[in-house]
């Protein structure tokens, strides 16, 4: 059943035209990878001594791929990295997820960091289902419109596309687009376009971890802009604070072991490496995680499986036409 919290955000969001901001987690029932299991297919193309890639914290896997395209260039070999990355991004189960069927039902824009194309099949099952002749508007990095893909259908690839071979991946690939992050002289489109649709529209983020570093300091960066205009416009006696006009979502996986309190009260005693340990710095981190969105206007929608922020967006696609008509 879904629970009261899904409902009522169920119901904020169906008084809203939203972006969905999708991860890896979105496509991965269509058999496309996460980026784990595509570190481990470019490790078989160029193996790295004395590495285990079971054990890597999710923040590092810029600097893995680094390393294996740094090696694999040395051998000059460095188009196998992109054949690698592209060939492992097909789906090889459906065309497209059940999520993603949802997410292109429920709102008609997608922002994703991901390479792979099955959000397009996504689109195209929605217009044979509408028995419409259309195509959904698509930009890739490092050409986004802003306004224009808002007037129809749209998917975004903001790390770019594996079949054009110009993708974010690697820490090269990151800090030459996230420069205020980086503090490197860099490209801005995409942490100019982040910034836009932070501003002026609600986003709602599914399948997506925040482990990208670049990514969540971009969106800090862009909140503290926004504090700051705020602060120094605040003498203006009709001036009306912009971040109070911001809100946006987060639907993460709930983290429970059973008994979470005792994990993380007891954190400082288990032994590192232990599982205890790494249950309580799971924890810990989410928490620390759920604070930090909140504290730049992202609500944290924490969910048991899948099934409950499905439920949502199918709760969604009820009430949205009839708080579009006024009979709610």
């Not at 997410?103 to 044979?128: C, G, L, M, P, Y």
Request: net charge negative; charged share 30%.
């Amino acid at each position: 059943m879904i629970t009261e919290n899904i409902m009522s955000i169920a119901k904020e969001l169906a008084k809203k035209d939203f972006i969905v901001f999708a991860g890896a987690g979105v496509p991965r029932k269509a058999g496309i990878p996460d980026w784990r299991s595509l570190l481990k297919a470019l490790l078989e193309a160029n193996p790295l001594d004395n590495f285990d890639i079971d054990n890597v914290n999710p923040k590092e896997f810029p600097d893995i791929a680094q390393k294996i395209f740094n090696s694999l260039k040395q051998q000059n070999r460095e188009d196998e990295y992109y054949k690698v990355i592209k060939d492992n991004i097909n789906p090889t189960e459906v065309p497209y997820s059940t999520e993603e069927f949802e997410i292109v039902t429920t709102t008609n824009w997608i922002v994703t960091t991901n390479f792979d194309t099955t959000f397009e099949s996504a689109f195209k099952k929605k217009f044979q289902v509408e028995s419409v002749s259309k195509s959904p508007y698509v930009e890739s990095l490092p050409e986004f419109s802003m306004k224009e893909q808002f007037l129809k259908e749209s998917i975004v690839y903001l790390h770019g596309r594996a079949d054009e071979r110009f993708i974010i991946f690697k820490t090269d690939d990151y800090v030459k687009y996230y420069p205020s992050v980086s503090q490197k002289i860099g490209a801005k489109d995409v942490e100019e376009y982040l910034k836009y649709i932070f501003k002026n529209y609600t986003i709602v983020f599914v399948g997506f971890s925040f482990n990208d570093f670049y990514i969540r300091t971009s969106f800090k960066n862009t909140y503290m802009e926004l504090k700051r205009s705020d602060e120094i416009a605040s003498p203006k006696s009709d001036y009306s604070p912009r971040l109070s006009k911001i809100q946006h979502y987060a639907f993460l996986k709930q983290i429970d072991f059973g008994n979470n309190n005792y994990f993380i009260e007891n954190y400082e005693n288990f032994s590192q490496g232990s599982e205890e340990y790494k249950k309580a710095r799971e924890l810990i981190e989410s928490v620390k995680l759920d604070q930090e969105l909140g504290s730049i206007n992202i609500k944290v929608v924490r969910y048991d499986e899948p099934i409950d922020w499905i439920k949502c967006f199918q709760r969604i696609q009820y009430l949205k036409p009839r708080y579009n008509n006024g009979g709610v």
